[in-house]
Structures are given as structure tokens and as C-alpha cells.
Nanobody
Framework: QVQLVESGGGLVQAGGSLRLSCAAS????????MGWFRQAPGKEREFVAGITWSGGSTYYADSVKGRFTISRDNAKNTVYLQMNSLKPEDTAVYYCAADEYGRSPTWADFRGSWGQGTQVTVSS
């Protein structure tokens, strides 16, 4: 099973930026489909951004398009989420996830390993 460790969360004012990182174990990281998800208090976990194994294709929730950017460095076994123009509604615990075997039929039905999460709080 892939081990995932997120970092980079914190408290930021509205309009500010944060970059989340997710370090993954595993010799075949470059073959994993990776995603970022978030869960706000009292809400279900939701898809934020995803990236294919090569980084050639990226996908975003409508709520973050144009503000967030997902990227990966396969040499470092790390995936990133650059978050700009943050809004109070972006406040949530952000989770990194890895689909090692390509089992996820959709981003909403992501199947794989999950990190412990990192808190992002955006103040107004």
C-alpha cells in the first residue's frame, strides 16, 4: 500500500496562496494517478484536482479552476497543489490520494490510498 504524507497547510488570508505537497512511497509512483480532495466541516469529501501518471493531463473541480494548479515531480515522488486567490470557502482538510492500479472509474469514485490530510484555513 502506498504511504502518503501531506504538508504545506496552514492559515492564510483571503486572496493569499499556499502550496500543498504530498510525498509518496513506492517504486512505481510514476505510474500512479494522483488526486487532491478536500472535506469541509459538515460536508462530504469532494474532488479538487487530479493528474495522470505522466502529468500530461490535469483535471479540476469547477470551484477551483483558474485558481489551483496540480503538478507532480516523479523524480521526487511528490505531487503538489498550488492554491492561489484563496477564498474562505476553500477552508477544509485537504487529502492526497493515489490510485496505484487505475481502478477509479471517476474522480468522484476514487479508489486507492489516502493520506492523513492537512488543514487549510482561509480567513476573511
Amino acid at each position: 500500500q502506498v504511504q502518503l504524507v501531506e504538508s504545506g497547510g496552514g492559515l492564510v488570508q483571503a486572496g493569499g496562496s499556499l502550496r500543498l505537497s504530498c510525498a509518496a512511497s513506492g517504486r512505481t509512483f510514476s505510474s500512479y494517478v494522483m488526486g487532491w480532495f478536500r472535506q469541509a466541516p459538515g460536508k462530504e469529501r469532494e474532488f479538487v484536482a487530479g493528474i495522470t501518471w505522466s502529468g500530461g493531463s490535469t483535471y479540476y473541480a469547477d470551484s477551483v479552476k483558474g485558481r489551483f494548479t496540480i503538478s507532480r515531480d516523479n523524480a521526487k515522488n511528490t505531487v503538489y497543489l498550488q492554491m492561489n486567490s484563496l477564498k474562505p470557502e476553500d477552508t477544509a482538510v485537504y487529502y492526497c490520494a493515489a490510485d496505484e492500479y487505475g481502478r477509479s472509474p471517476t474522480w468522484a469514485d476514487f479508489r486507492g490510498s489516502w493520506g492523513q490530510g492537512t488543514q487549510v484555513t482561509v480567513s476573511s
